[in-house]
């Protein structure tokens, strides 16, 4: 695989302005997914439709984004990558506009599909990100793109709601047509035009991310640290509307959105972990840290069933501690192929999300059968484990290496 791999030894230093560009661009566009998660009954009534079918949307947005995770990242190494962020930018600007303007739900459903795969730009954004990061701001750069990245997936149903009630459904789909275009000409305006690192064949391409997965085994303990604190994030998430639209909290749809702002606090506070391996702390020494808290603070959501402040507390640890491992995961996997960031970003985020998925099913079944202790027991557990394999992790990379008589 080496021999294939052209290196090259010069990179770009990264200014504020394009850092700020690329943090906007990354929660303006992953918002994209998820703007229509408060809207299933409006969008039910305005389509004629079953709610079910509503949900269907979702996960079309949903496997979308999975198959461009599997097909279009890993053309981030094999293309130059400011043509190629536009390129997607503007289809999936496109497709949210379809979906503003869509006569019918298959229209909506069709034009969601689009959008999904190629929305997966982001994920092409933070490899980038990290390319572009000079000697010691990988920490603090990838983070703070990170940050924006969660900033949209936590904000992004606050907005819908607001924008919904004041404009109606369509409204909502136009300002992400509009916001997608605009990181668009921004990201053509502001980011610097890197050569491609490889030149290999699209199928060998593909090909070598599995590769990856068998040579590295760095990026194989990172992806099960991933998948354990998203699915745990995604099980907390799934069920919290159902836990506050209910006594003893019986809160609208709006106050349950801006609930969400207390994640945000958390996935802000998480920028610390970037400035801490520029400081010289070990990420793979501070995940311990950041999964025991994790599981910890679902002490605090478990007592949220009563208590809003100790939900709220327990939702800035839970997040804070999700998105430090994330960016510790990034920050150990991107120096390990240089050349092949954009793989093993893509090698990370496929499980990643498939991880989500099976978080959020899983939460469903069991706020129905045991309600929300038993989403607490579960959202703890996982990063419980993660704990144990870092224990494992750490334990193993301290003992010595026999010397050879």
């Given at each position: 695989?080496?021999?294939?791999?052209?290196?090259?030894?010069?990179?770009?230093?990264?200014?504020?302005?394009?850092?700020?560009?690329?943090?906007?661009?990354?929660?303006?566009?992953?918002?994209?997914?998820?703007?229509?998660?408060?809207?299933?009954?409006?969008?039910?009534?305005?389509?004629?439709?079953?709610?079910?079918?509503?949900?269907?949307?979702?996960?079309?947005?949903?496997?979308?984004?999975?198959?461009?995770?599997?097909?279009?990242?890993?053309?981030?190494?094999?293309?130059?990558?400011?043509?190629?962020?536009?390129?997607?930018?503007?289809?999936?600007?496109?497709?949210?506009?379809?979906?503003?303007?869509?006569?019918?739900?298959?229209?909506?459903?069709?034009?969601?599909?689009?959008?999904?795969?190629?929305?997966?730009?982001?994920?092409?954004?933070?490899?980038?990100?990290?390319?572009?990061?000079?000697?010691?701001?990988?920490?603090?750069?990838?983070?703070?793109?990170?940050?924006?990245?969660?900033?949209?997936?936590?904000?992004?149903?606050?907005?819908?709601?607001?924008?919904?009630?004041?404009?109606?459904?369509?409204?909502?789909?136009?300002?992400?047509?509009?916001?997608?275009?605009?990181?668009?000409?921004?990201?053509?305006?502001?980011?610097?035009?890197?050569?491609?690192?490889?030149?290999?064949?699209?199928?060998?391409?593909?090909?070598?991310?599995?590769?990856?997965?068998?040579?590295?085994?760095?990026?194989?303990?990172?992806?099960?640290?991933?998948?354990?604190?998203?699915?745990?994030?995604?099980?907390?998430?799934?069920?919290?509307?159902?836990?506050?639209?209910?006594?003893?909290?019986?809160?609208?749809?709006?106050?349950?959105?801006?609930?969400?702002?207390?994640?945000?606090?958390?996935?802000?506070?998480?920028?610390?972990?970037?400035?801490?391996?520029?400081?010289?702390?070990?990420?793979?020494?501070?995940?311990?840290?950041?999964?025991a808290m994790m599981a910890l603070s679902y002490v605090l959501i478990g007592l949220g069933?009563?208590?809003?402040?100790?939900?709220?507390?327990?939702?800035?640890?839970?997040?804070?501690?999700?998105?430090?491992?994330?960016?510790?995961?990034?920050?150990?996997?991107?120096?390990?192929?240089?050349?092949?960031?954009?793989?093993?970003?893509?090698?990370?985020?496929?499980?990643?999300?498939?991880?989500a998925a099976i978080g959020s099913a899983l939460s469903a079944v069991i706020y129905a059968?045991?309600?929300?202790?038993?989403?607490?027991?579960?959202?703890?557990?996982?990063?419980?484990?993660?704990?144990?394999?870092?224990?494992?992790?750490?334990?193993?990379?301290?003992?010595?290496?026999?010397?050879?008589?």
């Amino acid at each position: 695989m080496d021999s294939q791999l052209a290196e090259r030894t010069e990179t770009p230093t990264v200014s504020g302005r394009v850092v700020a560009a690329m943090t906007f661009a990354t929660g303006a566009v992953i918002a994209n997914l998820y703007y229509a998660q408060p809207l299933e009954d409006t969008l039910a009534h305005a389509f004629s439709a079953h709610t079910s079918s509503i949900g269907l949307i979702n996960t079309v947005l949903q496997v979308g984004y999975a198959v461009g995770l599997a097909t279009l990242v890993p053309l981030g190494d094999l293309l130059e990558r400011r043509r190629l962020l536009v390129t997607m930018l503007a289809v999936a600007s496109c497709g949210m506009l379809l979906m503003t303007v869509a006569p019918s739900l298959a229209v909506f459903g069709a034009a969601a599909a689009v959008v999904g795969v190629s929305s997966v730009a982001v994920q092409v954004i933070v490899p980038f990100a990290s390319h572009l990061a000079g000697k010691g701001q990988h920490g603090r750069i990838v983070s703070t793109v990170m940050s924006g990245l969660l900033m949209g997936i936590l904000l992004s149903r606050t907005v819908s709601g607001v924008i919904a009630d004041l404009f109606g459904w369509r409204a909502v789909f136009g300002l992400g047509a509009a916001l997608t275009a605009s990181v668009a000409v921004v990201l053509w305006r502001e980011l610097p035009v890197v050569a491609p690192m490889v030149s290999l064949r699209y199928p060998a391409l593909l090909a070598s991310v599995l590769v990856l997965l068998r040579e590295e085994p760095v990026l194989r303990i990172r992806i099960i640290h991933g998948a354990l604190t998203f699915a745990s994030f995604s099980v907390f998430w799934a069920s919290a509307g159902f836990l506050l639209a209910r006594e003893p909290y019986g809160w609208s749809e709006a106050t349950i959105g801006a609930f969400a702002l207390f994640g945000a606090a958390g996935a802000l506070a998480a920028r610390y972990a970037g400035r801490l391996v520029d400081k010289g702390y070990s990420p793979r020494a501070t995940t311990g840290i950041w999964v025991a808290m994790m599981a910890l603070s679902y002490v605090l959501i478990g007592l949220g069933a009563e208590s809003a402040v100790a939900l709220a507390i327990g939702v800035v640890f839970m997040d804070m501690g999700c998105q430090a491992t994330h960016i510790n995961n990034q920050n150990l996997i991107f120096p390990l192929r240089p050349e092949a960031r954009s793989r093993l970003n893509t090698a990370y985020m496929v499980f990643y999300f498939i991880a989500a998925a099976i978080g959020s099913a899983l939460s469903a079944v069991i706020y129905a059968e045991w309600g929300w202790t038993g989403v607490s027991i579960l959202g703890g557990v996982l990063p419980a484990l993660s704990f144990l394999v870092w224990v494992w992790e750490y334990t193993r990379s301290r003992r010595p290496v026999p010397v050879a008589a």
